[in-house]
């Protein structure tokens, strides 16, 4: 991961506090996780990968700046087994991103986040970046890596390429994986 990387997760685009810059939102969704998944798209991404499924997230100043609240009470209504956080980048409003996940847990759901970063640069971030840590913490399946088009593929649940991986973080997680595979 390139260290110019890092400076962006602490610039002031991340979460304004208890708010997070939404690319859209699908309120019944199977295809992004096991069961009826709440899908939440962030606005923001800075790994502009080849190919990436939802180019349109990119830009950090597009989308809806939303209150947390309010994504909470469009989940409720939902009738969602649990969330899936994808982007975008989602790590780059970890903040609001990790209340809206504390709150899913209270109502017995669960959390799953798609990033563009690897795991293993995560656990760094984290170290440096307090809502990285936090959205981290509040995570139960992680879908972690950048699209690569050269290894797209279609064999694999939930995944757009061969280098992804589906990383349980808490036993939620590992419910989680279970049913997917």
């Not at 859209?24 to 991404?45: A, N, W, Y």
């Not at 909470?72 to 009738?79: A, D």
């Not at 790590?91 to 609001?96: A, C, D, H, K, Y």
Request: proline share 4%.
């Amino acid at each position: 991961m390139s260290d110019a990387l890092s400076p962006i997760i602490d610039s002031n685009f991340s979460s304004a506090g208890n708010h997070v810059r939404v690319s859209g939102i699908i309120e019944e969704s199977i295809v992004d996780g096991p069961g009826l998944r709440f899908v939440l798209f962030t606005q923001g991404c800075v790994h502009d990968c080849k190919g990436c499924h939802n180019p349109d997230t990119h830009g950090l100043e597009g989308g809806e700046l939303m209150s947390a609240p309010e994504i909470l009470r469009i989940y409720r209504e939902s009738g969602a087994s649990g969330i899936t956080i994808s982007g975008g980048e989602p790590f780059l409003q970890g903040e609001g991103l990790s209340w809206i996940g504390r709150e899913v847990h209270k109502l017995g759901g669960d959390v799953i986040t798609y990033t563009g970063y690897e795991y293993e640069n995560l656990i760094e971030l984290k170290t440096k970046n307090s809502s990285v840590r936090m959205l981290l913490q509040v995570t139960d399946l992680i879908i972690d890596g950048p699209f690569i088009l050269e290894e797209r593929t279609m064999e694999r649940p939930f995944v757009g390429s061969a280098n992804q991986k589906l990383i349980p973080l808490s036993e939620r997680g590992k419910a989680l994986l279970q049913l997917i595979k």
